[in-house]
Structures are given as C-alpha cells and as structure tokens.
C-alpha cells in the first residue's frame, strides 16, 4: 500500500516520540520537519528539518496532512495556535495512533490528537481535538477529555471524570472517578486528584 | 467457533469496560444484562437490559454462564451477595480475561474474577474467586489476591504481596515487597504501603 | 530453530519473573539455575538449581549464555560482582527482552540488561550494561540509564533524565523530565523525582 504523506511541526524531544509513533502506524510516510528558519537542514532520528513556519502556506500544495510535534508543559498557547493556523491553511490533522495503543470501538477521538505507545482508552470515553495523551497513559470508561489538554506519561484518568480544555495533567497523576478538572489547569506529575 | 452465550449482572460503568473486555476476547457473546426493574429495556453500549435479579432462577434454564459487572468502592457486599447467589442458583461464572492482558502460565485465577485490558499478573501468583483486577494494573510474581477483592486501575502489587479478603485497593497504589494488606481494607488511591 | 542454553544466576523471586521472560521471548533454553551450595536439587518453576557459584569456571565449558537474576533492592554489589565475574570467566551476557515489552529501534539496550513484561523504551534513550528495566516501567525519550541500575515495577522515567549508574529507583516513581539522579541513589517507591 502506498503510505500518504504527513508533515511534522516541531523538531523537539515530542517529536521523536511521535516519529516512533508513525512508524509502528505504518500508514504515513513522514515527508519532513517543520521548524525553526535556524534548524533547517537539521535531523530528527534521520528525518530532515525541510521548512519553517513561513513556508506552511507554501507547502500546503504539496502535502495534504500535517500533526503537530511540538510538546506542551506549562502553557497550551503555541499548540492551540499551530492548530488554528493549519487548519485555516487547509490540513488536515489525521489522529495518529501507535499500534500499541488501544483505543475501544466505543470510544472516540477528535482530529489532532495523538495517541502514544501503550496508552488505553476505554469505552464510552471522548478525546477532544488536538490532545496529547502520552505514553502509558490510561483514560477510562466514560471519561472526557476536552480540546488540547496533554494527559502525560502514565496518568491515570478514572471513570466519567471530565478533563475541560488546555489542561496540562502531569505523569503518573491520578484522578478519583467522576471528577471534573477546570479549564487551563496545571496538575502536577504524581499528585492525586480528587 | 459457535460463541458461548453469558449474562451480565449490573448495568453501570464498569459494566461498560467489561463489556469491552468480553468482545476483545471473542469467546462469549453477551445475552444481554440483568439489573433493577426500572431499567428494563434502557441498552448499555448497545445490549440490552433485558431481565432484573428477581429473574435470575429463571434465567438458569436459559443460560449457564454470568459474569458479575458491578463494581465495588467503598463496599464489598454486594458483589459477594451476588456472587454467592449465581452460584446457588447454578451459574457458571468463568474467568474472563482480557485479550490485551498476560497472565502467566505459572499463575492461577479463579472462577468470577475479572482481567481487565492491559493487566499484567506475572508468575507464581494467584487471584481467588470474585475480584476485579482494574486496567493497567500489575500483579507481580508470588502475590496473592483473595476473594472478593478490587485491584483498581494502575495498582502495583509487588512480589509476594498477600491482599487478604474483601480489599478495595485504589488506583495508582504501590505497595512494598512481601507485604500483607489485611481483610477488608480500604486503601486510598495513589497511596504507598509499606 | 533449535533454541540456545542459558543458565540463571540466582533462583529468587525475581527468578520466576525473568523465567517467564525468556519463556516468551523463546529464543533461550534455560539449562539450569546457580545459586547457593545448600540448594542444589530444589527447583523454581519446574527448573532445577544444578550447580553452585563455585562451579561457573567449569559451566563455561558447557554453556556459553548466562544471566543474573538476581534481584536488586538496597544494595547493588552482588549484580556487579557477579557481572564481572561471569564476564572475567567468559560468558556472554545477551540482553533478554519480554515479547510483551517495546524497545524502540532508535534505542539501544546493552548487555546483561533484563527488559520486563510491558516494559516500554522510547526512542532516543539508552540502556546501560546489568540492569533491570522491571515490569511496566517506561523510559521516555532520549532517557538514559547506566550501568547496574534497577528501574522497578511502574517506574516512569520521563524524556531526557540521566540515572546514573549503580541507582534503585522505586516501583511507581516518576521523574519529572531532564532531570538527573545521582550515582547510588536509592529513589523511595512512588515518590516524585523533581
């Protein structure tokens, strides 16, 4: 099969998770890096650095999809941006998947989000637009987690709790079951959310 | 392979990650759910609630197989109440495991106990009848579970660990080597027990 | 294809876990476990205790594999010393990885590491000589694990630490990222590494 072309946004340490996701997904051929004017030329895991943000509305007559590697920690502003930005242009953001991960059939997951090695979504839960939910991650049943929050590495998020928008929720945190966590929120890695 | 038919007791939100788990491993189709009265007719992920517990000594002329899909909190009664019901009544309840979970060859599991997705319960351990050992939770070599016990989500029971009877074990929770968590414990999530 | 012999030093409990390891790897046939004189004859998972440290300077005759497996807690000096001493006899000490766990190809994984079940190793990240990366840890991207470390049960190492060598970093601990923990350190299960 002839696997389509994606752009990558962001050459950072995100990135080369990201690339290993694509790789084990097997359904995109990675065209190139986004980045920086400075970087150009520069590899991530082999992969070249082949444009800047300036030359995104150039390149979208020659690629159709895009995803965003760019990480987030403290502040969701560059990722929300990105979003808005090549959206308007006309990307498309596919969710990516690692074949490693699972996600159930009776869950659902918006454009723009990625889904990391080893992760599990489980059913009746909702992944909004351009999330992050990292590796070892769990969402379970019925939880909702809104537009552009990063659920990190190993979080645990239980039944039916509600994750509003651009919340940072960090490593290993877990949450009690059928909480909510408000907009924008910073939750610290390893803590308990009740 | 002509599936095995089986009922499911309880209607709420772990009966939607079992169910989840009964379809990924595709050995029992689900006849349908047996919860309150009132709930007759309403569907859970598309199955129907199709009988109440005062129908249960009927519904053994129909069907062998049950599996228990409340879940258990604060309180192990009512999972052990129903469970020694089915039994009296004459149902099967068979160990359902998820296809996603691994359980050593050198471990044992017991009849009415639940492995959710992504469970990892390693060698020379055993799990007695009737617990739920919650998603991405780890069972490590030697540990014993007893009846009527919850492993909730990313629980760590480290080697040799015994959790006696009737213990909810909370989310994320570690606990030290050769440890014992005694009868009827309530331990709190994201909790370390030494 | 006609599978290797390797012998087991140490017939502990962390025995029975690599056991089950090299089970589902399926590239090794265990030939037997050294351990202490007063031992001999016992078994550990069907397999028998054939021979005391004594005797490894004539087992290298017979067997060209070996890996330590014993466990690692407070203290590391029996790994190292047993490392240097099977490596002085002249064994070869191959990294041994579950078939359950990942270990991206933009990693390296050096020898006489023992990868566990669910283990997940990310890309950019390396692991040193004679560690134990135990089950369900995960090592983020471009992470970096020295000699004779054990990272236990569940641990999250996030993108870009350091562990320096000889460290036992607890079950469930989770590190913030770009952090670096100090040679001999011993990282108390489930607390937060900032």
Redesign the interface.
Known sequence: MLKEKILLIGGG??C??V??VI?SQNRFEIAGIVDKKECLGQKV?GYEIIASDDDLEDLINKYKYAVITVGQ?KNTDVRIALFENLKRIGFELPVITSS?A?V???AQVNEGTVVM??V?I???SLIKENCIIN??A?I???AIINENCHIS??A?I???VIVEKNCFVG??V?T??YITIKENSFI?????Q?
């Open positions: 340490g995100h080369k998770s690339i290993d790789e895991l920690l490693r699972y159930s059939k009776h090695h080893d599990l489980n059913a009746g590796s070892k769990l379970e049943h019925d590495t190993g645990v239980n039944g039916g490593s290993n877990v009690k079951q610290k890695a390893g803590s308990l009740v």
